[in-house]
C-alpha cells in the first residue's frame, strides 16, 4: 500500500537556451555574403499543474527532479534552432509550493491551476540580428541564456468534504473504516495516526435514483491536543488539513474513564480551530460523542450525537447529517462562484546595483546578465552593443544614484569593466573612455575625419 506524503520537495530545472549562430552566406557568384547565422531555440519551461487525479506528494519523495529540454543552437542560412519542450508536472489540490525558507509562493487550490516554477533561457541571437547601416559585416552572435533552477518546499493541504477531529484515541480512525472502504491502522493507544486517512462515503444511492445520491471524502486527521495552534504535537502539520474542509465533525470521548470531561474536549478543540484560522469556527459542524456504548449512563452535552463504532449505534443518523450539510456546502460554493483556472507567473525580475566592497559594484537581475550574455566580448562591436543595452536599463542612471565614482569596478555576470560617467562608451576602459570623449569633441566643433586614429592618445 503507498504511504500518504503531504510534505515534499521540488527540484525545478528550465532548459537553456541555444547559441546564436556567426556564419556569413557563401555562395558562387555571389561577392560579400550578408550575415545570415540562426537564432538559437528557447529553453524549455517546468509548470506545475493541480490535478485532481493526484492523491499525495509521494512521487517527489524519491523524484524531486524535473527539468526541460534545452534548446538548439542556430546554424547558417539563418536556420533558428527548435525551441525546448515544457514539462508539466502534476500536484494534488491544495499544494501550496514555499520557498526554502518557508515563504509562500503560491498556492494550487483548484482544479488546472497552473504555476511556472522554473523559466526557460532565451536562445541567443545570430549575426543576422545586428546587421545595420553602420555595422554591414557583424562577427558576434549572442549564448543561450542559463534556465533558472531552483529548489523549492511543496506542502499539500487536502480538500476532504468532511474532517473528523478529536483528540488521540478518540475512535476518528474506527469510525472512518466503518462509513467507507477505507482500512487504515486501527490500535488502542494514542497517536495511532500519524498521517491523514481518506475514505469515500456514498450516501443514498439506490437503483430507482439516477443521481446516485451523494459522495463525499471524509479526512480521519490526528488526533489534536491543547496547543495545536502553536505546533505543539505537530499542531500545525495536522491542522493545515482542515483548511478546505466544507465540514468538521468534532468528536468527542463519552467513555466513563475518561481523564478530559466531554465540556473541555469540546472548548479546548474549537478553541484550537479558532486560533489556526478564526473562520474554521463559521463552517457548519457535527458534534458527536463517540464511545457511547461505554457510558450508556452518560449525560450528552445538547445538541452532542451519541455514536459507538462497535455496535453502530447512530452511524447511519451521522452519514445522513454528514451528507446534507455537505450538500448544502456546495450549493453555497457554487453559487458564489465558479472556480476559474488561474495561470501564475513569477513577478518580472527588476535590474539592481549593489556594492560588493569600497569601489566596487555588481549590477544584478536577470535583464542585466541578458544584456552581456555574448560569445566573444572582446569584439569591439559586441562590447559597444552591450554599452548600448546597459544603458538603455539604466545601469548608469542606477549607478549615479548608487554613489559609484569614475574608475569603479563594475561586474555583470561574467563581464567586468571600469565605469566613466557620462561617457558614451561607458563599460569600456580607461584608453577607450579618452578616445571617446575627444571624438566627441571634435565632432561638434566639425573638425572629425573619418580617418582619425586616436590609437596612440
Known amino acids: 500500500m503507498s504511504a500518504f506524503v503531504d510534505a515534499a520537495q521540488l527540484h525545478a530545472k528550465a532548459g537553456d537556451g541555444g547559441a546564436g549562430c556567426v556564419s556569413f552566406r557563401r555562395e558562387a557568384h555571389v561577392a560579400k555574403g550578408g550575415p545570415d547565422g540562426g537564432d538559437g531555440g528557447r529553453g524549455g519551461d517546468v509548470w506545475l499543474v493541480a490535478d485532481h487525479n493526484q492523491a499525495s506528494l509521494l512521487g517527489f519523495r524519491d523524484h524531486p527532479f524535473h527539468r526541460a529540454t534545452d534548446g538548439e543552437n542556430g546554424t547558417s542560412k539563418r536556420q533558428h534552432g527548435s525551441g525546448g519542450k515544457d514539462i508539466y508536472?502534476?500536484?494534488?489540490?491544495?499544494?501550496?509550493?514555499?520557498?526554502?525558507?518557508?515563504?509562500?509562493?503560491?498556492?494550487?487550490a483548484g482544479p488546472g491551476d497552473t504555476w511556472r516554477a522554473a523559466e526557460g533561457g532565451m536562445g541567443g541571437q545570430g549575426n543576422n540580428r545586428f546587421l545595420s547601416n553602420q555595422r554591414r559585416a557583424p562577427a558576434f552572435a549572442e549564448q543561450g541564456e542559463y534556465g533558472e533552477e531552483r529548489w523549492y518546499n511543496l506542502e499539500l493541504k487536502l480538500r476532504a468534504d468532511v474532517a473528523l477531529i478529536g483528540f488521540p484515541n478518540v475512535g476518528k480512525t474506527t469510525l472512518i473504516s466503518q462509513i467507507s472502504k477505507a482500512r487504515p491502522k486501527i490500535a488502542d493507544y494514542p497517536f495511532t495516526t500519524l498521517v491523514p486517512n481518506l475514505g469515500v462515503v456514498r450516501y443514498g444511492a439506490?437503483?430507482?435514483?439516477?443521481?446516485?445520491?451523494?459522495?463525499?471524502?471524509?479526512?480521519?486527521?490526528p488526533g489534536l491536543i491543547e496547543g495545536a495552534a502553536e505546533g505543539r504535537g505537530l499542531g500545525h502539520d495536522f491542522l493545515k488539513h482542515v483548511e478546505y474542509a466544507r465540514v468538521l465533525c468534532v468528536m468527542l470521548d463519552m467513555a466513563p474513564d475518561v481523564v478530559i470531561s466531554p465540556e473541555e474536549q469540546l472548548r479546548v478543540l474549537l478553541r484550537e480551530l479558532g486560533d489556526y484560522q478564526p473562520d474554521m469556527l463559521d463552517?457548519?459542524?457535527?458534534?458527536?460523542?463517540?464511545?457511547?456504548?461505554?457510558g450508556p449512563d452518560t449525560e450528552l452535552p445538547e445538541g452532542v450525537l451519541p455514536l459507538s463504532s462497535v455496535t453502530r449505534e447512530g452511524i447511519p443518523a451521522l452519514v445522513s447529517k454528514m451528507a446534507e450539510l455537505v450538500d448544502s456546502a456546495r450549493r453555497d460554493e457554487k453559487q458564489r462562484a465558479s472556480h476559474e483556472v488561474v495561470v501564475h507567473r513569477p513577478v518580472v525580475e527588476t535590474v539592481r546595483v549593489e556594492r560588493m566592497r569600497p569601489n566596487e559594484w555588481e549590477v544584478v537581475g536577470r535583464p542585466a546578465l541578458r544584456a552581456v550574455r555574448f560569445q566573444d566580448l572582446t569584439n569591439d562591436e559586441a562590447l559597444a552593443e552591450v554599452v548600448r543595452r546597459l544603458k538603455d536599463l539604466g545601469v548608469d542612471r542606477l549607478?549615479?544614484?548608487?554613489g559609484a565614482v569614475d574608475g569603479d569596478q563594475v561586474t555583470v555576470g561574467q563581464l567586468s569593466f571600469e565605469w566613466f560617467r557620462d561617457a558614451a562608451t561607458s563599460g569600456l576602459d580607461r584608453g577607450d573612455h579618452h578616445r571617446a570623449t575627444r571624438r566627441e569633441r571634435l565632432a561638434r566643433q566639425g573638425k572629425l575625419n573619418e580617418h582619425d586614429d586616436f590609437d596612440d592618445e
Open 89 to 108: 508536472v502534476k500536484v494534488p489540490i491544495g499544494t501550496v509550493v514555499t520557498t526554502m525558507d518557508g515563504e509562500v509562493i503560491v498556492d494550487l
Open 206 to 221: 439506490r437503483p430507482d435514483r439516477s443521481d446516485g445520491g451523494t459522495e463525499f471524502v471524509v479526512a480521519d486527521i
Open 283 to 294: 463552517r457548519p459542524r457535527i458534534i458527536v460523542g463517540s464511545r457511547a456504548d461505554l
Open 399 to 402: 549607478l549615479n544614484r548608487a
